[in-house]
């Protein structure tokens, strides 16, 4: 997928627990970006990041945690407050300029157990 | 065509025959418009990609036309195989920078 690796693939999360999504890229970009993606919608904005040690919310931060301490990597934590987690995740990154396309990785479902 | 599984708008389309999807973007200050492509579990997949200075651009078996004159992008794909069966996201970016806006997708089915 491009140079970004997602892990796990499948993630179960239980009642009350936080749990950390691993998105690595080796394509040298300096922007990263998670999504959410729900049956029968579209990829919603949840954090990106344009550079190390600064992130900003998107549409939908609440209940999510994000940090960018290196380059090539951009962890998401689904916190306990986040009260409907199930879904698809998707992290991507771009080189950072305006109108440049992004490169996705192949995404970690989490469901709630 | 019908709506299925996911609810979203839905194309059958013979194998061989050209397909066309369409996307009504929502901001006429976007300047660059997107088409993605996601198969199954799979994460997104960039087709082709157009600026707002062009109304057309072509690819390998695709073709994007834009208007911006009523805000729409179109996906052109020739010669539709059964590999093409997927969901087609087209992207603009609102906020004129490297952040997108997705649309909810198009389910492309090809029937042999």
């Known amino acids: 997928d491009g140079g970004i690796t997602q892990s796990p693939k499948y993630l179960f999360r239980k009642e009350g627990q936080n749990v950390t999504l691993s998105c690595e890229q080796n394509?040298?970009?300096?922007?990263m970006y998670w999504y959410r993606q729900d049956p029968g919608q579209g990829l919603r904005l949840i954090y990106y990041?344009?550079?190390?040690?600064?992130?900003q919310k998107g549409d939908i931060a609440e209940g999510y945690s994000v940090s960018r301490e290196k380059k090539e990597s951009f962890p998401l934590t689904v916190t306990s407050a986040q009260k409907n987690p199930t879904a698809f995740y998707l992290c991507a990154s771009s080189p950072g300029t305006a109108n440049e396309k992004l490169f996705f990785g192949s995404g970690t479902q989490l469901s709630v157990l | 065509g019908e709506s299925v599984g996911l609810h979203l708008p839905t194309l059958s389309v013979q194998e061989g025959d050209n397909s066309i999807i369409n996307c009504a973007y929502s901001?006429?200050?976007?300047?660059?418009f997107i088409w993605y492509k996601q198969e199954s579990g799979k994460g997104p997949q960039f087709i082709i990609d157009i600026r707002s200075n062009m109304d057309k651009r072509q690819g390998q078996r695709v073709t994007v036309l834009l208007n911006k004159t009523v805000k729409h992008l179109s996906l052109q794909i020739a010669a539709t195989q059964p590999g093409d069966s997927a969901v087609y996201f087209c992207a603009e970016n609102p906020y004129g920078n490297n952040r997108l806006a997705f649309g909810k997708g198009n389910q492309v089915v090809v029937i042999p």
């Open positions: 394509l040298n970009h300096d922007a």
């Open positions: 901001n006429s200050a976007s300047d660059y």
């Open positions: 990041s344009q550079i190390v040690n600064d992130f």
